[in-house]
């Protein structure tokens, strides 16, 4: 049996390997089991900006601070989206 921790590695692994669609379902996987899993909700807004998703990316990073709202590289991550997009209010 797999734990959370233990798909969210794999999640990261795919992820970083480049293997966006599989990392995006695992993400996923891990919100269907864990509603509350602040790093996947993170983890999939990153993934939605990397390919062309800012409204989507936002949304999530949001939740995901809205989880955890003292995560500093959340909120910074989230500050590069808006960035990215011409956003600096």
Do not use: C, W
């Not at 891990?30 to 390919?51: E, K």
């Not at 989507?56 to 955890?68: E, G, K, N, V």
């Not at 989206?81 to 209010?89: I, P, T």
Request: no cysteine; proline share 3%.
């Amino acid at each position: 049996m797999t734990t959370l921790a233990d798909a969210m590695t794999m999640a990261l692994q795919q992820h970083q390997a480049g293997n966006l669609a599989a990392a995006e379902q695992l993400y996923r996987s891990i919100l269907q089991t864990d509603p509350g899993h602040a790093d996947a909700f993170h983890m999939l807004g990153m993934l939605a900006s990397q390919i062309g998703r800012p409204e989507q990316a936002i949304a999530l990073m949001r939740q995901s601070i809205a989880l955890r709202p003292g995560t500093s590289f959340y909120h910074a991550n989230l500050g590069l989206v808006y960035q990215a997009q011409g956003k600096f209010d």
